[in-house]
């Protein structure tokens, strides 16, 4: 069984930052993409930002130059730091795993429950 659990969430005024951290465990055999997903309410689910195995990265328009992905692939980790951080922001942010496990052949996409980022103004 394999669970991606994130944390980090919180309320953080306009301008601020916050980090967030995804963790994936479990009967792990590989993993490869990972990802940074959020919706907000009465909104469809966006990518933020994405990262390959080796660390190629690609954001949304939206949060580039503020949002930055990073992964600790012996540690199964991806985070996201987001600085100068605006009301906009506001969703629920879930983490995304590529995971192909000790007993399939194939891989598999895994989602977190999400953690909550509140900015306010």
């Known amino acids: 069984q394999v669970q991606v659990v994130e944390s980090g969430g919180g309320l953080v005024q306009a301008g601020g930052s916050l980090r967030l951290s995804c963790v994936a465990s479990?009967?792990?055999?590989?993993?490869?993409?990972m990802a940074w997903y959020r919706q907000a309410p009465g909104k469809q689910r966006e990518m933020v930002a994405h990262?390959?195995?080796?660390?190629?990265?690609k954001y949304a328009d939206s949060v580039k130059d503020r949002f930055t992905i990073s992964r600790d692939n012996p540690k199964n980790t991806v985070y996201l730091q987001m600085n100068s951080l605006k009301p906009e922001d506001t969703a629920n942010y879930y983490c995304?795993?590529?995971?192909?496990?000790?007993?399939?052949?194939?891989?598999?996409?895994?989602w977190g429950q999400g953690t909550q980022v509140t900015v306010s103004s």
């Open positions: 479990g009967s792990i055999f590989s993993i490869n993409d």
């Open positions: 990262s390959t195995y080796g660390g190629i990265t």
């Open positions: 995304n795993a590529q995971i192909k496990d000790w007993y399939g052949s194939s891989w598999l996409d895994y």
